[in-house]
């Protein structure tokens, strides 16, 4: 490899364990956090690492619509429900539950299943990539529009019907 691509590589993996890293610990937080506000914020660290990972990989599109979908709509929606219930904002020292060992039994089962598939899937070979063409725009939208329609429509709903339903529970009688 030249030098240039090579240094490039170096960085592009240096930024990778960087942005995860920073993941990681937004998402410890998240489900560690006593505050649900800053669970929320934190929530959107972790959807911004994302994004920062899809902009990495070059797949802009994929990158910005994180940003507009999960951070612009669905932590808004977050954050609005917890307004709207009018959960106790601030720290909460009675969070914990008798079902704690269930839980971390439950998780480490479930990272070692995934695990399992992962190994068993990718074995000793390697993955080869399918396309190297770059998928626009329009391709991304014809998909969308024409494939997986009834799909979106189905989302669509989901989140009205989610709306409606925080709208209703904080509703005063």
């Known amino acids: 490899m030249m030098p240039a ?7 592009q993996n240096v930024f990778f364990y960087l942005i995860a890293s920073i993941m990681v610990y937004a998402a410890l937080r998240v ?3 006593s505050n649900i506000v800053h ?9 911004a690492g994302v994004a920062a990972q899809f902009l990495l990989l070059g797949a802009e599109f994929v990158g910005i619509t994180q940003v507009l979908v999960y951070i612009g709509a669905v932590v808004v929606l977050f954050l609005f429900g917890i307004m709207l219930t009018r959960a106790k904002v601030g720290s909460e020292d009675n969070l914990d539950h008798d079902n704690r060992w269930p839980a971390i039994l439950t998780a480490v089962m479930l990272v070692l299943v995934m695990a399992y598939a992962v190994i068993d899937f990718a074995g000793d070979s390697e993955i ?11 391709q991304v939208s014809d998909a969308i ?6 799909a979106f429509e ?3 709903v989901l989140l009205l019907a989610a709306l409606i339903g925080a709208i209703v529970v904080a509703r005063k009688e």
């Open 154 to 156: 189905a989302i669509s």
């Open 39 to 47: 669970a929320a914020l934190y929530l959107v660290v972790v959807l």
């Open 5 to 11: 691509v090579l240094a490039a590589v170096v960085a």
């Open 145 to 150: 529009f024409s494939t997986y329609i009834v």
């Open 128 to 138: 080869a990539v399918l396309d190297q063409s770059e998928t626009t725009v329009q």
């Open 31 to 33: 489900v560690t956090s």
